[in-house]
C-alpha cells in the first residue's frame, strides 16, 4: 500500500484505515566500485515494500539523501546536514498526522542517519505522534551471524547480498576485485582506542568493507525476509498498543 501511487481520492479512504506508516529512509552516496549510490534508499524502501505485504502497512514516499559527508571524496555521494535530515522526517511525520496517521517506522538503510532520526522520533513523541527507528541490519543480528561469513558493513559482503536479492542487475560483478583491492576488513579507524577514520577514505581506498565476493542472492534473500518478518511483528505490535501506554510518563510527585 504506498501513498505515491495513490490518488486523493484513494487516500482518504485508505489513510483512515493506516494503523501505522513505514518511511524508508536512505542515502545516496558511494558503495564501492560494484555497488549502485542509492543501495541504502533502495534498501530501505526494499524492506519496507516486504513489510507492507506482509501487514498491509502504509509506505510513503522514501527519503534518497541522509547524512552521508563522510563519503564526499567519492563522486556521486550527496548529502544533507543532520538536522535538515531531522526536520525534514518531523514535517513528513507532521504533516501526514493532520490525516490521522500517528504511528511509523522510520525504515532506515544507513548507519549515519540514525541519530537524527532518534531526535526526530523523540520530539515527535511529546506531540503525540509515535515514530520509532528500525535499521534493518541492527535488527537481524541473529540472521547476519548466520548467513554472513565476513565482515565489512558497508558495501562488503551483507550489503551486495541485499541489493543481489532484489535488484542484481545493480551489481557490477566484475568490479569485486577493484573494490576488494582497496577495502578495509571493517568499518571504521582507531588509534589507541579513539576512532581517528572521519571520513570512509581515511581507512578505504575504493569505498568497499570486507569481501563483496562473497556475496549470494540466497544470502541476501535471507537477510531481506528477516528483516521484513521483524518489523512486521513490531508493527503488529505498535498498532495494537494503546496510545497512553506510547506517551511519554508525567513527571515524579
Known amino acids: 500500500m504506498e501513498l505515491s501511487r495513490m490518488s486523493w481520492a484513494e487516500a482518504r479512504n485508505r489513510l483512515g484505515k493506516a494503523r501505522v506508516a513505514l518511511l524508508p529512509v536512505g542515502s545516496t552516496e558511494q558503495h564501492g566500485p560494484h555497488l549502485p549510490l542509492g543501495t541504502d534508499h533502495l534498501t530501505a524502501a ?4 516486504r513489510t507492507s505485504a506482509r501487514g498491509g502497512w502504509l509506505v510513503l514516499p522514501t527519503v534518497p539523501v541522509g547524512v552521508s559527508e563522510h563519503h564526499r571524496q567519492f563522486w556521486g555521494t550527496l548529502w544533507v546536514e543532520p538536522s535538515l535530515l531531522r526536520d525534514y522526517v ?5 504533516s501526514l498526522g ?8 522510520f525504515v532506515n538503510g544507513h548507519g549515519g542517519n540514525t541519530a537524527a532520526l532518534d531526535e526526530a522520533a523523540r520530539t ?3 506531540e503525540g505522534i509515535f515514530c520509532f527507528v528500525f535499521s534493518w541490519w541492527r535488527a537481524i543480528p541473529e540472521t547476519i551471524a548466520a548467513v554472513i561469513e565476513t565482515g565489512g558493513s558497508h558495501a562488503g559482503e551483507m550489503e551486495t547480498s541485499a541489493v543481489l536479492a532484489f535488484a542484481p542487475e545493480l551489481v557490477d560483478t566484475n568490479r569485486y576485485a577493484d573494490a576488494i583491492a582497496g577495502a578495509a576488513p571493517e568499518w571504521g579507524k582507531r588509534l589507541h582506542g579513539i576512532e581517528v577514520g572521519f571520513d570512509t577514505r581515511d581507512f578505504s581506498a575504493s569505498g568497499a568493507t570486507g569481501n563483496p565476493s562473497r556475496a549470494t542472492a540466497e544470502k541476501g534473500e535471507a537477510l531481506l525476509t528477516a528483516a521484513a518478518e521483524r ?4 508493527c503488529q505490535w505498535l498498532a495494537a498498543e494503546p ?7 508525567g513527571h515524579l510527585p
Open 98 to 105: 493532520t490525516h490521522g496517521v500517528r504511528r511509523m517506522v
Open 46 to 49: 526494499e524492506v519496507a515494500r
Open 124 to 126: 515527535l513523541r511529546g
Open 90 to 94: 518531523l514535517g513528513i511525520a507532521r
Open 243 to 249: 496510545e497512553e501506554r506510547l506517551r511519554p510518563h
Open 231 to 234: 518489523l512486521n511483528a513490531f
